[in-house]
Structure formats: structure tokens, C-alpha cells
């Protein structure tokens, strides 16, 4: 089974179709909403992880394309400047997946990606603004 | 074993010095013993990297034609307003100060999202910076306002001077409150959510030198990427709290007040910092070497984290209403260990002093000695000690009598 984290960015004529219901009922794939941000009559944004064997992945993938969702890796509307970043370590303690950690031996810090869940905690907590999640 | 400032100085310049960090020296006098390490080390460098309030810059702008007396009138760095109290051209700008239409925590928390730590680090990355002044005019400066942008390549002269930089051990701060806090030490969770702590322990400049024996007035450190001085004790230097064994203070005590020349220094090393829902302010890099005079002073720069206590503080009121009640004590081994406990409870760390940053400068100084870029000084004054009785004194509420 593959797992991937996706934002779903749809148009407000899709804001009142059950999109999930069907990816789970009808592509057998697992859903598992991270965030959303849905208001009406303006885009939607849902960041999503789903998970399923390759053929119902790929199906899934389909539907919403034909439907006119719009899908893009998670990992793209996140961006931590590592040239920004001064190591404090101020972030470590808020973040609930730990895509932030510290290597204890030389508290240098490092942030990785595909574990980050876009909840923005960190955002405010960074005391040099650091991260930069776009939605 | 004893040696002397210049006898180091003339091992600097034949580039024969031995130097090492704070961090290097624990095994090496573990491995060597203190005897005979102090008789091969000259230098041991220390470092700090975290927001220091109490840090601020002041130029002389140079004169326009016509000329304009700024003192005593109004001036902004990309609208962040500074003092101009003093001569015609000459401003003083803050690390805490905000622009006049910054929202503050009118929606709380306010996210300060730019300030005079941010205008310093934009100028030291040699950017333009807006001027807007206005004056009152006199007839030797009839110019009443001005518009222009200034680059610190241009202006005449741009110094750093911090006037409390690199506390000696700091409070860790934690939240016993049932709501979200917003800090000076970051945003604590309610309900002992989280802890943070703010000081580089066993690489920190005054942690290694605890009694103020070799760092004083007139010692030459790294500070902000250039060179600056020690020019007197910072303000609340407090060297009369409870100590250890090893002269380490368990709770904040000395400070320094630094000067240095701002155009040689770097934007790695001074970083505009934002602290959601309290202000802004200004990170700033020090690094002092240590020079080992004796086996005395070497044994002090052997600290440890595990030797390094301080005090748990509860940020929601003990530190607001000033209360003296700790959570109790914990050290830095801890600290960075990633959980402390308090109160029964294990709580999660997390430090605003980068201890990774500090490590860099100690290298950083270190090379720079080893190289014979960088000479030591001998301090001109002691900073106050334990015997002078010195203490941190508050506020008082006295009635203002009516004249």
C-alpha cells in the first residue's frame, strides 16, 4: 500500500460535493484530512493524506482530476529557509509530528518534509519567521 | 603554571597559540587533567547566539545641504522611530522599537512583525534604508523635513552598543496558567505545555568565567561577526545571587555592556527576531576568549551543562507579579535533553539561545586567534564581583508629591 499527503484545491461550485465520501466508496482508497479550509463560494483547500494499492491511488487521482480538483504534493506549499533558520530550537517543542527535530548530540536542527502536516504552529512559535506555508 | 596576557599575545602573533573552545576543553581536562592542560592551553573561547533586548545601534547620519538639525525633531529608519535627542545628525535607533502605526496587541497576539532589530539587520546586509525626518528649523539648520535613503557604506559612522548582552545563566519559563502565554520567552502552553530555556551553558561567555575574572572592562570579544569591546558592566549585572560550588550562578547575574563598529559586522550574526504577542528585538552574536592565566581560571572554563543549574519560573505569575517562588531547579544537560520535570509532570524544551550558533562562534574566534587575526586584551576595570555587594534592585511605588 503507498501513502501520499496531497492539497486539494477545488472551485466553490465543488465546496457542497461529498469528495472524500467517493474517494473512499468508490476508489477503496484511505482518507485521512490533515486540514482543511473550505469557505462558501471561494476555493476550497484540503490537505489530505490517502493511502491505497497503486491502481485505486491512481484511480482516485483520476476522479479528481475529471471532477476539476486540483492536486499538488503537500510538500510544496512548505517552505522552511534553512538560511533564516539560526537553530534555536524554538519550534521543537510545538511540533506535533515532528517534522522538526534536533540531533541532541550537536543541537543542530532539521526539518523533514514528508512528515509535516501543515498546521502551522510553528509559525507564529519561529522568533526569525523561518517557515512559510502557503495557502 | 601561570602566564600573562601579553606572554599569550606574543605566542598569538608567532601563530603558536593553543586554543580551544569551551566545549573542547571538558575532555581534553578530563583526559589531560587540569595541570597539565593548563600548561598547554593559552586561550579557551566561549560563544553565545540569542535575542538580547538590551542591544541598540547609533549613527551619524552626515549633513544635507541645506542642513537640518534632526535633534530635538522626529526621524524614522524605514518607520521605525528613533531617538534623536542628541546632536544635529546623530540618532540612536532600539532594538525593541516598533513603527508608530504598528498594530501592537490591539488583535492579541500582535505579530510584530518588524521593528529596530530588524532595521539593524537590514542595514548591516548593507541595504537601503528609508530616512524620514522632520525638525523645527533654526537659522543655522533651516531644513525642516527630509526624505532620502541612507546605506550604511555612506553614512559616517554606524556603532553597535548594546547595553546588556549575554546574561550569565537565564530562568527557564514555563506557563501554570489555564490559557496560552505570550513571552519575552516565547508562547508557553497552559498547563506546563512546554519550557524554554535562553542561554548557550557550558559554551556561554560568563558561564565560563564566573567570578568576572579575566572578562572586564576593555576586553577585546567577537561580537555581531566584527570586533567589539567590553565597555562596562550591562545593566542589572547581578553577581550577588546563589552560586554552586564551582562559582556558577543559579539564577541570572553578570552582564555585559558591548561596543563595536557595525559596519564590520555581519547579518549572520545579528538577526531581527519577533516574538508573537510581545515585541521585537534583536539576536545578536557574542563570542569572548578566555585567556588561562592560572590553573584557576582554566577550571572554571571545564564547566559542564550537568554542572550549570537555574531556576523553572511560572511566566503566567510568578515573573509578571514578581514573585521570588521557583518551580525548582533543573541544569542544562536536561534542558537539552529535550523533557524536563516539573512539578511531577514531564515537559517538553525548547531553547531560544541557539546552542549550535554558539558552538560556530567559539570555532569561529577560535580560528581567527589561531590565525593572528585576533589579539586579547588586558582589561583597563574589573567588572563588579560577588564582593561588592552589588544587587539587583526594583522598582519601588512611591506617591508623586504635588510641588
Known amino acids: 500500500m503507498s501513502k501520499k499527503r496531497i492539497v486539494l484545491t477545488f472551485p466553490g461550485r465543488l465546496v457542497d460535493q461529498p469528495i472524500t465520501y467517493h474517494l473512499i466508496k468508490d476508489h477503496n482508497l484511505m482518507v485521512n484530512i490533515l486540514r482543511a479550509n473550505v469557505t462558501p463560494k471561494e476555493e476550497g483547500r484540503l490537505v489530505i493524506e490517502i493511502g491505497g494499492n497503486k491502481k485505486d491511488m491512481e484511480s482516485g487521482m483520476n476522479y479528481l482530476k475529471e471532477i476539476g480538483v486540483d492536486t499538488q504534493p503537500l510538500t510544496q506549499d512548505i517552505r522552511w529557509h534553512k538560511d533564516r533558520c539560526t537553530e534555536c530550537t524554538a519550534c521543537i517543542s510545538i511540533c506535533p509530528s515532528e517534522a522538526f527535530v534536533v540531533n541532541r548530540k550537536d543541537m543542530s536542527v532539521s526539518f523533514r518534509k514528508e512528515k509535516c502536516i501543515a498546521c502551522e504552529l510553528c509559525i507564529p512559535i519561529c522568533p526569525y519567521r523561518a517557515v512559510e506555508v502557503n495557502f | 603554571m601561570t602566564r600573562t596576557i601579553s606572554e599569550i599575545n606574543e605566542k598569538i602573533k608567532e601563530g603558536k597559540a593553543v586554543v580551544v573552545t569551551a ?282 551543562d550537568e554542572d550549570i543549574f537555574t531556576q523553572i519560573i511560572d511566566y503566567s505569575d510568578a515573573y509578571p507579579q514578581r514573585k521570588p517562588d521557583t518551580l525548582g531547579e533543573v541544569n542544562y544537560a536536561e534542558l537539552k535533553s529535550g523533557k524536563i520535570n516539573v512539578k511531577g509532570k514531564e515537559v517538553k524544551t525548547a531553547g531560544l539561545s541557539s546552542y549550535a550558533k554558539a558552538r560556530e562562534i567559539a570555532e569561529t574566534l577560535k580560528g581567527l586567534i589561531k590565525r593572528g587575526d585576533f589579539l586579547l586584551t588586558e582589561p583597563v576595570a574589573a567588572l563588579p564581583s560577588v564582593e561588592s555587594g552589588i544587587a539587583f534592585k526594583p522598582m519601588p511605588s512611591k506617591p508623586v508629591k504635588k510641588k
Open chain 2, 23 to 304: 566545549e573542547e576543553i571538558i575532555d581534553i581536562v578530563k583526559e589531560k587533567g587540569t595541570k597539565k592542560a593548563a600548561c598547554e592551553i593559552d586561550v579557551v573561547t566561549t560563544g553565545t547566539f540569542g535575542p538580547m533586548c538590551s542591544s541598540s545601534a547609533y549613527f551619524n547620519l552626515g549633513h544635507s545641504k541645506p542642513r537640518i538639525k534632526i535633534g530635538g525633531g522626529k526621524a524614522y529608519l524605514n518607520n521605525v522611530p528613533v531617538y534623536t535627542g542628541i546632536a544635529a545628525v546623530d540618532v540612536y535607533l532600539g532594538a525593541t522599537a516598533i513603527p508608530d502605526d504598528d498594530p501592537r496587541n490591539t488583535v492579541f497576539p500582535g505579530e510584530f512583525k518588524y521593528g529596530g532589530g530588524h532595521v539593524i539587520e537590514e542595514l548591516v546586509a548593507g541595504k537601503d534604508i528609508k530616512l524620514i525626518a522632520t525638525a523645527y528649523g533654526t537659522d543655522c539648520y533651516p531644513r525642516k523635513s527630509i526624505e532620502t535613503t541612507i546605506n550604511i557604506k555612506e553614512i559616517n559612522e554606524a556603532v553597535l552598543f548594546n547595553p546588556r548582552n549575554s546574561y550569565q545563566n537565564y530562568n527557564v519559563a514555563v506557563n501554570l496558567s489555564d490559557r496560552v502565554i505570550y513571552t519575552y520567552m516565547g508562547t508557553l502552553q497552559p498547563k506546563l505545555g512546554n519550557a524554554n530555556y535562553c542561554s548557550a551553558g557550558q559554551l556561554s561567555p560568563l558561564l565560563n568565567d564566573p567570578y568576572y575574572k579575566t572578562i572586564g572592562i576593555g576586553t577585546r570579544i567577537f561580537m555581531g561577526g566584527g570586533i567589539g569591546y567590553i565597555v562596562w558592566n550591562g545593566t542589572q549585572h547581578n553577581p550577588s545571587v546563589a552560586r554552586s560550588e564551582n562559582g556558577v550562578p543559579r539564577a541570572p547575574a553578570g552582564t555585559i555592556a558591548v561596543i563595536g563598529d557595525l559596519k564590520q559586522m555581519s547579518p549572520n550574526w545579528l538577526r531581527g527576531t519577533t516574538f508573537t504577542g510581545y515585541g521585537v528585538t534583536l539576536t545578536v552574536g557574542i563570542g569572548i576568549p578566555i585567556p588561562i592565566l592560572n590553573e584557576e581560571i582554566l577550571k572554571y572554563t571545564t564547566v559542564r
